[in-house]
């Protein structure tokens, strides 16, 4: 089956450095990646939609200079936490659906913890 | 918009017993997906089971099973012979066959306990 990964699993850091998250599919050729905000006990959240070769699209009230979105190639999306802050401690994960998918079905890294201390 | 609404934020089942998830989703759309993700402790996000709007038949995986009912625009999901390894929290999701959108839309989850 199709295969997403996800580099760093965990990351600490301190206030005000900046964090990229990488997001491969390792099996398959992903022209769009998602990338989610998850808190404890909560629903993803969608942050933002990673196109490759173009713009990323941003969701209603998500800071654009804040999370940096780079679709690189058709394999790796990175998403970029800038001057992170203790609220931007959360866990982010990535999805992609396979250009030729079954029942429009995504599939998902295993996720990054990130905390800022 | 289209939204997807889970109205038990927590279920709990007997090992070996059988439950039902519930899921709802308001759309004017007649062409879609439907989904059920499984998110067990280690936060990774497994497809449980889909279902095309177009198709009648209601999906079957293994132990799982929907109860499509597309004039209702109910999804509910069968667990049976639940098992420990089925604690986990579930996602009802959505997306449009329409276009190139592939967003899905989320329910915010319910939470499986199974007791042994």
């Known amino acids: 089956g199709a295969v997403v990964s996800q580099h760093p699993s965990r990351v600490i850091c301190k206030s005000g450095t900046s964090v990229k998250i990488e997001c491969r599919s390792l099996d398959f050729q992903a022209t769009t990646m998602f990338w989610y905000r998850q808190f404890p006990k909560q629903s993803l959240m969608l942050m933002a939609t990673s196109n490759e070769g173009s713009k990323a699209t941003y969701e209603q009230g998500v800071e654009k200079d804040k999370f940096l979105i780079n679709h690189a190639s058709l394999t790796l999306s990175t998403l970029t936490v800038t001057s992170a802050h203790p609220e931007d401690s959360s866990f982010y994960i990535c999805?992609?659906?396979?250009?030729?998918?079954?029942?429009?079905?995504?599939?998902f890294g295993p996720g990054t913890r990130l905390t800022v201390l | 918009a289209q939204t997807v609404t889970q109205s038990q934020p927590e279920m709990s089942v007997q090992e070996a017993e059988t439950v039902t998830l519930s899921c709802t989703y308001d759309?004017?759309?007649?062409?879609?997906?439907l989904f059920w993700y499984k998110q067990p402790p280690s936060r990774q996000m497994i497809l449980v089971i889909r279902q095309e709007a177009y198709k009648q038949q209601n999906a079957t995986e293994n132990r799982f099973s929907v109860n499509f009912q597309k004039a209702a625009k109910s999804f509910s999901l069968k667990i049976s012979d639940s098992q420990l390894g089925d604690a986990a929290m579930y996602f009802c999701?959505?997306?449009?066959?329409?276009?190139?959108?592939?967003?899905?839309?989320w329910g915010l989850g319910t939470s499986l306990a199974v007791n042994p």
């Open positions: 999805s992609a659906p396979p250009p030729v998918h079954k029942g429009g079905a995504q599939y």
């Open positions: 999701a959505y997306r449009t066959n329409a276009g190139n959108n592939r967003k899905l839309i």
């Open positions: 759309t004017s759309e007649s062409d879609y997906y």
